[in-house]
Structures are given as C-alpha cells and as structure tokens.
T-cell receptor, first 114, second 114 residues
C-alpha cells in the first residue's frame, strides 16, 4: 500500500527563523513529489514539484529536496513570515497506466509567531 | 481564468440522509479528483476521473458513496446514507493530464453529519 509519512506533526517557530519539514514515502512506481501549502479553510496550493531525476527545487523562500534512493524529501523554509502559518502537505504520485495517482501525507501544521 | 467551483460550501444533514456535492473544473482540465479531508488530516483521494472514465476509485466506500462525470466536465459526488464519520471537507480538484501538471483545488464543501 502506498504511504506518505510526514514529520513533525506540528511546529511552532518565531518569525524570521528557518525550519525544515520532513516527508518519507513508500509509493511505487514513483512518478513525482509535490509540496503543497494549505491555508485554513482553503484548498491546497502547489509550492514545488520534483521528478525522479531532480534533487532540489526552489520557489522563493521555499526549497524542497528529494532523495529518491532513501525515499525522503524535505521542505526548508527560510526567514519565516507570519503568512507561512499553514499546513504543509507532501504528495507523492504513482504512475498507473497513462495516469498519475496521488497519495497525500497528513501534513505538518506550522505556526509562525511574531 | 476561473477556478474550480464547488457547491454547496456548507451542508448539515442527519445521519442516514443523503447528500450530493457538485464540482465544475477549470475549462480544459481532463482530470478531475474528489478528496475527503477529515479535520487535522491530509486529503484522501476518493476517486479520479480522466474525462468521463474512472482512473482510480480504490478508496471510495462504494456501499454508500458514488460519483459520476457523465459528459467529462462537471461531476457530482453522492453519499447515501450518510454516517457520522462522513463529517469532513470534500475537495474537488482538476488538472491537465500528465506527470507534472498541477492540481487546482476548489474551496471545498464542509459536511457535518449529526
């Protein structure tokens, strides 16, 4: 069964600090890995996507890494802002025929305090 | 560009009643997804359509849940009869088919079963 595990479950940091969120997966056959940001009461919005051959991808203050050998990914947030308070969800897609089936992690809830 | 539309936004029903949710994807998006998101958890894929065909429905409780996308555009998700544990946000998303194409999420329907 395909699974995506995220840690920590929740995280509280001070504004301006950096943080790193973790994602471990057992998804086969692996196609791609995305990190989403979900604000309270809203649908998720994509931050980054990585395929098998990509090790790192940046989007502003967000940097994602992928180690396909160990099946681990991380999302690093630099110089956090209050608006970064949200749930961050790791999503790994498996190829099925000509389609791609996503498996979502439970998310890490990040709270940034002033 | 118009986003993914969902209705209703909120619904309260009693257990054993039936309910239906509607989704209108972004124009041109062939792939449509329905997710169930229980409070504090990541979204769980219920069913994925490619045009009007089902790609994956392995996590859809078929004894009570059904979904259709008859003309390959709009979709409806139905629950009959509802149980207390069905209380959740039901998210619809759409995308172009393909490995790296981003899913765009609607605002969701918050269902409360009493």
């Amino acid at each position: 069964k395909n699974q995506v595990e995220q840690s920590p479950q929740s995280l509280i940091i001070l504004e301006g600090k950096n943080c790193t969120l973790q994602c471990n997966y057992t998804v086969s056959p692996f196609s791609n890995l995305r990190w989403y940001k979900q604000d309270t009461g809203r649908g998720p919005v994509s931050l980054t996507i990585m395929t098998f051959s990509e090790n790192t991808k940046s989007n502003g203050r967000y940097t994602a890494t992928l180690d396909a050998d160990t099946k681990q990914s991380s999302l690093h947030i630099t110089a956090s802002q209050l608006s970064d308070s949200a749930s961050y969800i790791c999503v790994v897609s498996a190829r099925k025929g000509g389609s791609y089936i996503p498996t979502f992690g439970r998310g890490t809830s990040l709270i940034v305090h002033p | 560009e118009a986003g993914v539309a969902q209705s209703p936004r909120y619904k309260i029903i009693e257990k054993r009643q039936s309910v239906a949710f509607w989704c209108n994807p972004i124009s041109g998006h062939a792939t449509l997804y329905w997710y169930q998101q229980i409070l504090g958890q990541g979204p769980k894929l219920l069913i994925q359509f490619q045009n009007n065909g089902v790609v994956d429905d392995s996590q859809l409780p078929k004894d009570r849940f059904s979904a259709e996308r008859l003309k390959g555009v709009d979709s409806t998700l139905k629950i009959q009869p509802a149980k207390l544990e069905d209380s959740a946000v039901y998210l619809c998303a759409s995308s172009f088919p393909g490995q790296v194409n981003e899913q765009y999420f609607g605002p969701g329907t918050r269902l409360t079963v009493t």
